[in-house]
């Protein structure tokens, strides 16, 4: 069987002398790894385009026996300039790159992950300043695209309005209302409190895409806030926390 399609480069290495794996994300079957046999040296069937975060338009071809993909022809539609000359940078790229591989991709999700992957490597590439919180944005933004969106526009309780914030419940993906967080059966439960200004950050988050996340510092106590909300329903939910430059399951 081959096909035609769109791809990110998540991820490249050596594979034998020649050869090279690489794993994409496809615009319409999720992460897949390929393995592009002379990868190395043919400037003919790859341009030299094989490089991590390069979107490319890719021929591949199934094996005889079925086991694995061969990437048959690839050419280069966009890429990062800038991105690849600030350290910084890349380390951010890095990882959210890493949370998206440990999370994974399916047909049904790919083709909005893989406009969030474009948007984001864009937005790292051009953007003059970034968020201080921008994995962690990633984070939650990517979660909700997976179908893991934490409830924040109204108590998950009573239903009623957070007025000046509330108590994210970190095991319910929900946030309670003054008056529900005051109830005996509530009382002890762990959880963040986050501010109204920080929930209405979240909420933004959750709807936009990077290139539209605000940039500038918010107060001290929001920040804080949101990345313990944030880090927390992570661990919590999706069972991974940031460790040693990789993520690991917990």
Known sequence: MEWNEQA??????????????????????????VFAFGGSRSRRRFCGCLDIWNTLRCRVRSSRDGRFLNLEEATLQSGPRRL???WRRMGLAANCLRFAEALGTGEETAP????????????????EDLPSLLPLFFRLRLAGALGFAPSLEACGRCGGALGEGGLFALDEGMVLCAQCRAARQEIGRYGVVVPRGGLDLLRFVQQEFPSRWP????????????????DGFVQYHLGLAWEGNHFRRV
């Open 84 to 86: 690849r000359t600030d």
């Open 112 to 127: 909005e992950v893989f406009a969030l992957l474009e948007d984001l490597r864009d937005t790292l590439d051009e953007a």
């Open 215 to 230: 940039v500038a510092e918010p107060p001290a106590e929001v920040r804080r806030a949101c990345a313990r909300a944030i």
């Open 8 to 33: 990110l480069v998540l991820r490249m290495g050596p594979f034998r002398e020649t050869d090279i794996w690489l794993r994409l994300l496809c615009r319409k079957r999720g992460m897949l790894t």
